[in-house]
């Protein structure tokens, strides 16, 4: 599913749209806002998730309109600091509006692109809404081919000491004026465009007083990153630019080796087959719309700095900000990512499940099934749409994802709690001194302990279903086996709060316990090993019951909705 360009084409048929647009809603609308200014302050306090967000809205709007070039700028006028910005403007060179389009453009619903399917916006809700909730005032300046820069201007001030009230109580958009561009945008427009801007748009917002970031570093970084991954599919449609920076794209699956962070380090995600599901009305069988599948999944060290350690603190690498921020099932609407959710009416996604990636693109076609709201940040799955999900292997694949992540999880600490060449493990070193001195053999244990030589050797093995763990004889030596596959060995034995002293300790406990097996005659082994396996299956049972309690606390930082409801 590509952004078709239309750039280039020629904007005549779009600008005569516009005009038949406005010269409809002339009559009809008399250019009022059609409510009170109370509407206007509910509209700031709905909000958006982030200032990156809002500003979304605004960069959408410039790639409908064609542009091949989309800055977001910071201004300073006025302001004795460059510490933080006082305006923020989007400029883009697509097809402009022509002055009627623009009043238009200012109000709620104001659009040519009503309902329209192929882009990415359709209410004409983005420019007003995301602007006022970054700023108390806003002005659209537009031009169109060799015709004069045109604005309108909305001050929420103004709006509520009745400045746009007219003789008969009506709020009313004021008219067009020629336009005049504020200094750090005619400077950004005469070095960026030294033929010309011959077309555009430009979104001014100012009497910023929502900005979240305090800095202007911690403002453009954080913009770069998110519209890295919001935008990277749409990375052909036009260079986006933040305070100069250019936005580099971000695959959030890490599946794309030329976008940003796919070759940080030796690291590499692992895709699963892409699955693509055409949708059909269930009443008449006609066509929807289709939906894409993407899946893939990350070793354990993705995230981190030092490969031996996990991806906490001054150990995270740049990826792992993004493995946090787009943790869950991400949904992507015409190429461009609207929401992350970690709940599915199957499983819910935990902090370990950072490292599975999944991704549902679907057309604008499917806008009702998906429920996306006005502001595109957010989606409610129909129980049609879950139910076509399941069909087409969801919730396996996100099993098979786990298992995956949870192997490789298990061979790096393996590899990690093997000894060294030449080396002993402790417990194993304990026991043979254990042994010889049940024997008689010695006096001096402190010494034994450096032995390199055991009779006692630990190994790992992975059985489903079976005991946590097993014991046998081999070539003169007693092997314990720890299965990976139980619980004991995933909560206990490399658990969370695990020490080199407790696995050596845990070690030791399973050889004592499997010398008096092994010594047993044969029918009370076959007997021991019954019980063991029973023992195995209520241990099983008991650690994960602990394990999703245990979790509710660690999980909270991933989603309002991070736990099942029978936790809670």
């Known amino acids: 599913m590509q952004y078709e360009s239309l750039r280039g084409a020629g904007f005549g048929p779009i600008l005569a749209a516009q005009r038949a647009y406005a010269q409809q809603s002339r009559g009809r609308s008399k250019f009022g806002l059609m409510v009170p200014e109370a509407f206007v302050r509910g509209i700031r306090d709905l909000g958006y998730r982030s200032n990156g967000d809002a500003v979304a809205e605004l960069i959408d709007n410039a790639f409908q309109a064609y542009a091949d070039r989309i800055d977001v700028l910071f201004g300073y006028d006025g302001s004795a600091s460059n510490k933080k910005p006082v305006q923020l403007a989007v400029v883009d060179n697509g097809h402009g509006m022509e002055p009627d389009m ?23 809700y983005g420019l007003p809404c995301s ?49 005049l561009l504020p200094r750090f945008v005619s400077e950004h427009i005469a070095t960026h465009y030294p033929d010309g801007w011959t077309s555009g748009t430009v979104i001014l917002i100012e009497k910023l007083d929502r900005l979240r970031w305090s800095t202007t570093q911690g403002l453009r970084d954080n913009l770069c990153r998110q519209f890295g991954v919001t935008y990277h599919k749409l990375r052909g449609e036009a260079a986006l630019f933040v305070d100069g920076d250019y936005v580099e794209p971000i695959d959030p699956l890490f599946l794309t080796p030329s976008f940003h962070l ?31 599948l993407r899946y893939a999944w990350l070793s354990p060290s993705f995230g981190s700095i030092d490969k031996g350690r996990d991806a906490v603190g001054l150990n995270a690498n740049p990826r792992f900000s993004i493995l946090k921020d787009y943790h869950g099932i991400i949904f992507s609407r015409n190429g461009r990512l609207i929401d992350v959710q970690t709940r599915t009416p199957w499983t819910t996604f935990i902090n370990n499940d950072r490292y599975i990636k999944v991704e549902v693109e679907f057309s604008a076609t499917l806008d009702e099934a998906f429920g996306v709201t006005t502001s ?62 049940g024997e008689g053999q010695s006096t001096n244990p402190q010494w034994d302990l450096g032995l390199r030589v055991s009779p006692y050797r630990v190994e790992f093995e992975t059985a489903l279903d079976q005991a946590f763990f097993r014991v046998a004889r081999h070539g003169g030596a007693r092997i314990l086996y720890i299965n990976t596959a139980h619980r004991f060995y995933e909560e206990i034995y490399d658990g969370p709060v695990s020490t080199p002293e407790l696995r050596a300790a845990l070690e030791i406990l399973l050889f004592s316990l499997g010398d008096v097996i092994l010594e047993d005659p044969e029918e009370t082994q076959v007997r021991n090993r019954s019980q063991l396996t029973s023992w195995s299956r209520r241990l099983d049972l008991a650690l994960g019951m ?20 029978d936790l809670t």
């Open 131 to 179: 602007a006022v909730s970054l700023g108390r005032r806003f002005t659209v300046l537009s031009q169109v081919g060799a015709s004069r820069l045109h604005s309108v201007c909305l001050d929420l001030d103004a709006l509520t000491s009745g400045d746009y009230t007219n003789d008969h109580g009506e709020i009313v958009v004021p008219e067009p004026t020629e336009g």
């Open 262 to 292: 796919h070759n940080l380090d030796d690291d590499r995600a692992q895709a699963f087959n892409p699955v693509r599901v055409e949708v059909h009305d269930p009443e008449t069988g006609s066509y929807m719309g289709a939906i894409v």
């Open 376 to 437: 595109k940040q957010q989606v409610t799955i129909s129980p049609f749409i879950w139910d076509l999900l399941r069909q087409a292997g969801l919730p396996k694949a996100i099993e098979q994802l786990r298992t995956k992540v949870k192997e490789a999880k298990v061979s790096r600490r393996l590899e990690a709690l093997s000894p060294g060449s030449g080396e002993r493990r402790l417990s194993e070193r304990a026991m043979s001194v254990a042994s010889a001195m």
């Open 102 to 124: 623009i009043r238009m453009a200012v109000m709620w619903g104001g659009t040519h692109r009503e309902n329209d399917r192929g882009g990415l916006g359709r209410y004409g």
């Open 546 to 565: 602990l394990a999703n309690h245990l979790q509710i606390g660690d999980d909270r930082d991933v989603g309002q909705h991070a736990w099942p409801d």
